[in-house]
């Protein structure tokens, strides 16, 4: 079971993960979607999201930009974030996610090493 949450505004992916209307939660089972949910977020302070999401079990988040801080908040969670996504139709996302199509663009480089930039000789 994978629950991925996206931060919604104007029934799209929100640009500005920190101020959305709305965060769009999908269950997915067997790579297909199986619930929506929309929950209203609770006040924007550091650390309330990443603990709210693990609170409710959500192991992927979708966003557009996102500060490092809150990078780091998330992956002690234990929740794996997925970074310059589009700004469209946010289920369209989550599909894409399970589906192995999704297409982010770095905002920053935080991936230690998993796409090659570390050569470590033994």
């Given at each position: 079971?994978?629950?991925?949450?996206?931060?919604?505004?104007?029934?799209?992916?929100?640009?500005?993960?920190?101020?959305?209307?709305?965060?769009?939660?999908?269950?997915?089972?067997?790579?297909?979607?199986?619930?929506?949910?929309?929950?209203?977020?609770?006040?924007?302070?550091?650390?309330?999201?990443?603990?709210?999401?693990?609170?409710?079990?959500?192991?992927?988040?979708?966003?557009?930009?996102?500060?490092?801080?809150?990078?780091?908040?998330?992956?002690?969670?234990?929740?794996?974030?997925?970074?310059?996504?589009?700004?469209?139709?946010p289920?369209?996302?989550?599909?894409?996610?399970?589906?192995?199509?999704?297409?982010?663009?770095?905002?920053?480089?935080?991936?230690?090493?998993?796409?090659?930039?570390?050569h470590?000789?033994?």
């Amino acid at each position: 079971m994978r629950k991925i949450a996206l931060p919604v505004a104007n029934s799209l992916l929100s640009p500005h993960f920190g101020h959305p209307e709305y965060f769009y939660i999908y269950e997915a089972n067997e790579n297909i979607i199986e619930k929506e949910e929309m929950h209203v977020p609770p006040t924007h302070t550091p650390g309330a999201y990443p603990k709210w999401m693990a609170d409710m079990g959500v192991t992927d988040i979708i966003v557009g930009g996102i500060g490092q801080k809150a990078i780091d908040l998330f992956n002690s969670n234990g929740i794996n974030v997925y970074i310059g996504a589009e700004v469209k139709n946010p289920k369209e996302l989550a599909n894409e996610l399970l589906q192995g199509t999704l297409i982010s663009r770095e905002n920053l480089c935080n991936h230690d090493g998993d796409h090659g930039h570390d050569h470590h000789h033994h």
